[in-house]
């Protein structure tokens, strides 16, 4: 089994930033795929960004250029560094990994809020 716990949600102003954080552990292959997703209430699950071992990126279109996805194969952690934030990104975020990552991942975590105050 794979355990993802998520760090670092909170609230923010508008045009602030936020650091995300997620840990892996259990059996975990470091070779698999990470990403993020973000619910708001009332909206479906919406892919923010993955991450491949290698480190190709990919994004959402509203999140291009404002955040980065970031790994560290080693410590089985991936962060997603959120800049430029907007009311609109208020929602919970979860890590999640495994399988087609940007789609159906295999694996969640719990989720970690993110508020953006205008």
């Known amino acids: 089994q794979v355990q993802l716990v998520e760090s670092g949600g909170g609230s923010v102003q508008a045009g602030g930033s936020l650091r995300l954080s997620c840990a892996a552990s259990?059996?975990?292959?470091?070779?698999?795929?990470m990403g993020w997703f973000r619910q708001a209430p009332g909206k479906e699950r919406e892919f923010v960004a993955s991450?491949?071992?290698?480190?190709?990126?990919e994004y959402g279109d509203s999140m291009k250029g404002r955040f980065m996805i970031l790994r560290n194969n080693v410590e089985m952690a991936v962060y997603l560094q959120m800049n430029s934030l907007r009311p609109e990104d208020t929602a919970v975020y979860y890590c999640?990994?495994?399988?087609?990552?940007?789609?159906?991942?295999?694996?969640w975590g719990q989720g970690t809020q993110v508020t953006v105050s205008s």
């Open positions: 999640a990994a495994g399988g087609m990552v940007h789609s159906t991942p295999h694996y």
């Open positions: 259990g059996r975990f292959l470091r070779t698999s795929d």
């Open positions: 991450i491949d071992w290698r480190g190709d990126a």
